[in-house]
Structure formats: C-alpha cells, structure tokens
C-alpha cells in the first residue's frame, strides 16, 4: 500500500471534517419537522448556523425532513 504523506491528506480532511453541534442541531430540526413541533425549527436553525451550516443544507431538510443531514 503507497504511504500517503501528511500533506497530502490534508485538504481531504480538512472537507470531511464537521461540527458535532451543527449535526445535532440539524438531526433535532429533523425531528421536529417529522412530528410537526415547528415552532422548534427556528432554535435548532439558528445553532445549526451559529456552528456552520450552511443555507443548502438546511433547505433541504425543510423542504423533505425525511432526509438525514451531511
């Protein structure tokens, strides 16, 4: 197997890495869209942009909340 040095890795784990809280934030706005407690999604919206998300992903769990967020 080729060793794959430091650098090289680098970019590829810098573009997988992701914030645990945005995660939870959006899997709790899934949630609550499943069981219509809508007047939570502005809340776990707005910790899921305080910690990166970004507005495609949160435009996709509006518009089908069956999807799980990336």
């Not at 709790?28 to 998300?53: D, K, M, S």
Request: aromatic letters at 6%; zero cysteines; a positive charge.
């Amino acid at each position: 197997m080729p060793q794959v040095t430091q650098q090289a890795r680098a970019p590829n784990l810098l573009r997988v890495k992701k914030n645990p809280v945005k995660l939870t934030a959006l899997l709790y706005l899934r949630e609550a869209l499943l069981r219509e407690r809508y007047e939570r999604a502005p809340e776990f919206i707005a910790v899921a942009r305080e910690f990166g998300a970004v507005e495609r992903e949160i435009e996709e769990l509006l518009e089908d909340a069956r999807r799980l967020p990336r």
